[in-house]
């Protein structure tokens, strides 16, 4: 069975740190890109991260420049999101997708396969 599976999320307070994992299993990561998405209640989902499966480049929305890191461990089948300087706009159901190109799109729709979401709280 073909699938992603993230874990990490859980409550934090206002300017802590939370590390998601996406890991896949059913098939190899290698050869897609990694897209971190997430959807606030009542928000559209959105575009948080992405990173390339050809040299491992990376793309971040403007909103978690500087305090996301994506980063991607092949030997493992699992694709990070470092999370520092949490703030509570930054609440939401987190997922991951992966789409089996070279560079990373961020479009929802090219996305293959997507995983359930964990749940982000940044609160105090």
């Known amino acids: 069975q073909l699938q992603l599976v993230e874990s990490g999320g859980g409550l934090v307070q206002p300017g802590g740190s939370l590390r998601l994992s996406c890991a896949a299993s059913?098939?190899?990561?290698?050869?897609?890109?990694i897209g971190w998405f997430r959807q606030a209640p009542g928000k559209e989902r959105e575009g948080v991260s992405c990173?390339?499966?050809?040299?491992?480049?990376?793309y971040y929305a403007d909103s978690v420049k500087g305090r996301f890191t994506i980063s991607r461990d092949n030997a493992k089948n699992t694709v990070y999101l470092q999370m520092n300087s949490l703030k509570p706009e930054d609440t939401a159901v987190y997922y991951c997708?992966?789409?089996?190109?070279?560079?990373?799109?961020?479009?929802?729709?090219?996305?293959?396969?997507w995983g359930k979401g964990t749940l982000v709280t940044v609160s105090s």
């Open positions: 997708a992966a789409e089996e190109k070279p560079i990373a799109t961020m479009r929802p729709d090219g996305m293959d396969y």
């Open positions: 059913g098939f190899t990561l290698d050869y897609y890109a």
């Open positions: 990173i390339s499966s050809s040299d491992g480049s990376t």
